[in-house]
């Protein structure tokens, strides 16, 4: 039994897969559109010629034939819709449906009627504008009351679901394919996450029992490390998730790391390992070296200012080339001193310098 | 004092009014039971913290391209190919560029790399800085030229050589500088411990001579050893190291926790079956606790590498759980590395799969600064394995926790590389189009294409046929869009995509103009003939029809009309019926009696079934037909 059940429900998917194919605009539908408004007699009768013809070609159509069905059952889902079926048909999908169900319920053991009711039970599921479509081309009474039968059982689960799917007129009996898509979209989610979600069973990590090989408390100092291998080994580890920088930052991380950047804080004399005592002070303020001998005021001291702000300012020498000009001047002066004196420029009077005004060396 | 007292007053005395302003000042929070409050004159700070600091106030913008093609947003590439092909040709000129500056200081990153030849003045100075920068066949080389000219390398320096040689297999890593190489890599990168390698090992190479010279000279057997026979084993020479690894045992020689722990990770290679690799893996451990070896966090991913290659056995599972307790008592943490083992380990079994990933994004989340952090090499597989298994059980909220825990602080450099972070997306996008409304997942795409992600074609067609099945006919032009930029432009894809676009247009004319459109461009993009491998068939050309007759550009239906007519014998396939006959509906409508029955004459030389019928809705259209349309008609109906 079950399995004729799982037969059957399979061969419906195939049914409700090869009405996928169907065309769209259903008859119906058309008189609504408000062009036609006007002459709705002869357009109705027009579509019942319609329905007839189309009726009379579903018989002839091979898709919904054993052999066919058989090759749906191994692909549920054909992936390239089978270009036979997008032909128009101007019949509604529960028409569709019944129509299909009888014929394969001809093919069937044992009560048609009751297995056609189950067949369309299954493909009718839980959607109550499909139920209607249904029930309405099911002309069969007996057929309608199995149905009704079925439907009881799992009315309140339907009840459930039809309030859900009730935002669109749940009056209407004629269901394109569009509509049964759009109403069962919620449905085959969660079928999908039903078929799809496995219920997770519950492992702990940390559950298993030790192996009880090594004790925690035991001696272990017997290792050899390698340094530069553990160099290697870490190098690859960094480097494994080491990614394309993605901002300005990031980048200017890559280049500071390189040395390409100022490091922060920034250090005018950074990297500049050959002079590591001087100091920008050393460089900047010669001035200290004036205190000892150069007059207060006149034109000597107005020259060794100028001097004083002109190696201040000179990049190319360094600070002891600098003290060097400061002592040269200082010396060539001081020898001077009694000529200085004789034209009025002003007094040179060496005093002893103060301690830290002494040069460093 | 006074002042901030008085500062106080106005809210001490609205609060509490009756209560006396001296009582109340103690209790309140201001009182200097904290101590002292000292600041420090500075706060001394790394060269790249605040760019650090920095860097974590930007965030990821789904909106822009990647910071590394910023440099020409003219050139900013769309497609996958493009992508790898921008970002490593920006590599490859810094690479052919020589930065030749002049700086004081030297910039060291700026000056080229320096060739070794024969007069090359070297010393063990250079020998060392060598072996620092990992510049394996300099150092070989260098040490080459010392031996030539008879100077005399110290011991200690030829055991840091021999154990570089080892690692790297004697041969170059790729330097790391070039990220982006690195990021495009497909392959395993150099001296990682692979799972399935081939021996690559040098035999009698660099490394083996060495080997000889160090003992020779009365090195440190025990180290010398060591980084020999790990070196042998991780690059595939098991035979050699496990002779070599049996004498050293019986010499009195002792290893260290390396060569053990790779001994591990080719449990499956040394022994034939899987019972005999785990009783393998237990022995070796035992050894281990035998010389008072220390295992680490390697030996534990080992012992899980080895077991994810026997996951088809059964008693792989408890044993792996097992493993774990043991390392735990040590207190070692298993890494990422090792949840990445543990997946593939359960595979087999899908609910406790899942149960596992569930209980490890758990622990992930509650200690994420300390598991995040990478340990070990192969931490990098954690998330796309994850992904990759949440995707085959379908649990959409358990992949929104990892994808929220993978993009949380730094953790992003966990996804690996450019390969392994397109297989995480693909899954993904996989899942969630799978669970979505098409909508709410085109919402998704748009946050993630095309910056972090560009959908492969597979991707691009399930995408379609979503659209289809769900009806999301509005989404068409902007799929045809990226289509074009991702350069997904096969055949397959196209025609798919027109048969979506024909539904669409059957199901809502409200979308003919826009199908229209994308038609009248996938005609564009073909004709242009700059697509070599792409060509026309039958379908195509009826579905580009169909739909320009619906979006009412006869004009342009015409010109593709006369491609089906002209090209008709080299286009494989035949468009469907119904294009014609829209097309001739369409002709009759504007009175184009030519044109109707020059399609009719095509469906006749083809032989088409309906071809009378077309006729008969010519004919029985109520126009009137001159002398030579007369004839034609006549011409068709004779044979019938």
């Known amino acids: 039994m079950l399995i004729t059940i799982h037969h059957l429900a399979r061969r419906s998917s195939c049914l409700r897969d090869s009405a996928r194919g169907l065309t769209l605009s259903s008859v119906p539908r058309s008189t609504d559109s408000p062009s036609d408004g006007s002459d709705d007699g002869s357009s109705k009768k027009k579509a019942n010629e319609k329905l007839n013809s189309l009726l009379l070609s579903i018989a002839k159509d091979e898709s919904l034939s054993k052999k066919d069905d058989r090759k749906y059952a191994s692909t549920p889902r054909p992936l390239i819709r089978e270009r036979k079926v997008k032909e128009r048909k101007d019949q509604n999908l529960g028409e569709k449906i019944v129509f299909a169900a009888k014929e394969v319920a001809r093919n069937l053991d044992g009560q048609p009627e009751k297995s056609e009711a189950e067949l369309l039970h299954k493909v009718v599921g839980t959607d109550v504008k499909l139920q209607k479509s249904i029930f309405k081309a099911s002309s069969s009474a007996t057929l309608g009351a199995l149905l009704n039968e079925l439907k009881i059982e799992k009315q309140q689960q339907a009840a459930r679901k039809s309030a859900r799917s009730s935002s669109g007129p749940d009056t209407r009996t004629d269901v394109s394919r569009s509509d049964l898509v759009q109403s069962q979209w919620k449905g085959r989610m969660a079928r999908d996450s039903f078929k799809g979600a496995i219920q997770p069973q519950p492992v702990g990590i940390y559950s298993g029992q030790a192996l009880g090989i090594f004790k925690p408390d035991g001696e272990y100092s017997n290792d050899i490390q390698l340094e530069t291998w553990n160099q290697c080994v870490a190098r690859e580890l960094k480097f494994a998730f080491t990614q394309p920088p993605r901002n300005i930052w990031e980048q200017m991380i890559v280049w500071t790391e390189r040395g390409m950047l100022w490091k922060f804080p920034i250090d005018n004399e950074q990297d500049l390992e050959d002079r590591p005592d001087e100091s920008f002070v050393d460089h900047v303020f010669l001035e200290n070296y004036l205190d000892d001998w150069c007059p207060k005021s006149g034109p000597i001291r107005h020259f060794m200012e100028l001097v004083c702000v002109g190696l201040s300012r000179n990049h190319w020498l360094d600070a002891q080339e600098k003290r060097d000009h400061m002592m040269w001047y200082k010396e060539y002066f001081i020898a001077k001193k009694a000529l200085i004196k004789e034209i009025g420029a002003g007094e040179i009077v060496e005093t002893s310098p103060s301690p830290q005004l002494e040069t460093p060396n | 004092m006074n002042s901030n007292f008085r500062l106080l007053l106005p809210a001490v005395q609205s609060s509490k009014a009756k209560v006396p302003i001296i009582r109340a000042f103690p209790k309140c929070a201001y009182s200097s039971d904290t101590g002292d409050i000292k600041i420090p004159k500075r706060i001394p700070r790394g060269p790249t913290d605040i760019l650090k600091a920095l860097s974590s106030c930007v965030g990821v913008d789904p909106t822009a391209a990647h910071y590394k093609f910023h440099d020409d947003p003219y050139l900013m590439p769309y497609s996958n190919p493009n992508k790898r092909a921008y970002a490593l040709s920006q590599e490859a000129g810094r690479k052919a560029a020589l930065w030749h500056k002049v700086a004081d200081p030297m910039i060291e990153a700026y000056v080229p790399t320096q060739a070794f030849t024969d007069e090359s003045t070297v010393n063990e100075d250079v020998l060392a800085s060598l072996i620092s ?225 569930l209980s490890t994004i758990e622990e992930l989340e509650a200690n994420s600064e300390a598991l995040m952090t990478p340990r070990a090499r192969d931490d990098n597989q954690f998330f796309v394995r994850a992904m990759e298994s949440i995707n085959h059980c379908g649990d959409r909220v358990l992949a929104d926790r990892l994808d929220s825990l993978l993009h949380h602080a730094k953790n992003y450099s966990l996804i690996g590389n450019s390969h392994s972070e397109s297989v995480y997306y693909r899954n993904y996008f996989l899942l969630v189009l799978g669970t979505e409304e098409i909508d709410d997942f085109m919402d998704f795409y748009g946050k993630y294409v095309p910056t972090l992600y560009i959908p492969e074609i597979s991707i691009m067609q399930e995408v379609i046929k979503s659209v289809e099945v769900q009806m999301g006919w509005k989404h068409i032009p902007k799929l045809w869009g990226d289509i074009i930029l991702f350069e997904h432009l096969r055949a397959e894809t196209i025609s798919y995509l027109l048969s979506v676009a024909v539904q669409a247009i059957m199901d809502d004319s409200d979308h003919s103009k826009a199908m229209g459109d994308v038609a009248w461009s996938v005609w564009e993009k073909i004709e242009s003939g700059y697509l070599k491998q792409l060509s026309w068939t039958g379908e195509m050309l009826g579905d580009v029809l169909t739909l320009l007759v619906a979006a009412q550009e006869l004009a342009k239906a015409h010109i593709v009309m006369d491609k089906i007519d002209r090209h008709q014998n080299s286009i494989t396939g035949e468009p469907l019926p119904h294009s014609f006959e829209r097309y001739i509906q369409a002709c009759l409508e504007v009175a184009n009696v030519d044109a109707a029955l020059r399609c009719v004459r095509h469906c006749d030389a083809r032989g088409r079934l309906e071809t009378e019928q077309l006729l008969s809705k010519i004919t029985n259209s109520g126009l009137t037909f001159d002398g030579p349309q007369q004839r034609v008609i006549g011409e068709i109906q004779r044979k019938f």
């Open chain 2, 133 to 357: 920068k990992q510049q394996v066949t300099d150092v070989m080389t260098v040490y080459g030229i010392l031996k030539k000219r008879g100077n005399d390398v110290s011991v200690e320096l030829k055991q840091k050589i021999l154990e570089l040689t080892c690692f790297y297999n004697s041969t170059d890593p790729l330097s790391e500088e070039w990220v982006e190489e690195n990021w495009f890599r497909h392959g395993k990168p150099t001296g990682r411990v692979s799972q399935f390698s081939k021996k690559t090992w040098k035999d009698g190479g660099f490394a083996e001579k060495l080997f000889d010279e160090i003992i020779e000279t009365g090195g440190n057997v025990d180290k010398a050893s060591c980084a020999l026979i790990t070196g042998m084993i991780i690059h595939g020479q098991l035979d050699e190291a496990w002779k070599r690894f049996e004498e050293c045992k019986q010499k009195g020689v002792k290893m260290n926790t390396d060569v053990y722990n790779a001994l591990i990770s080719k449990a499956t290679s040394l022994r034939d079956s899987h019972d005999m690799a785990w009783q393998f893996i237990m022995q070796t451990l035992t050894e281990m606790k035998h010389y008072g070896l220390r295992p680490n966090l390697t030996t534990l991913n080992n012992v899980l590498q080895s077991l994810e290659m026997m996951a088809s056995n059964r008693s792989s599972r408890p044993n792996a759980l097992n493993t774990i307790a043991e390392f735990q008592a040590l207190g070692i943490k298993p890494s990422l590395a090792s949840f990445a083992h543990l997946i593939r380990i359960f595979q087999k079994d899908k609910r406790q799969m899942l149960g596992l990933i």
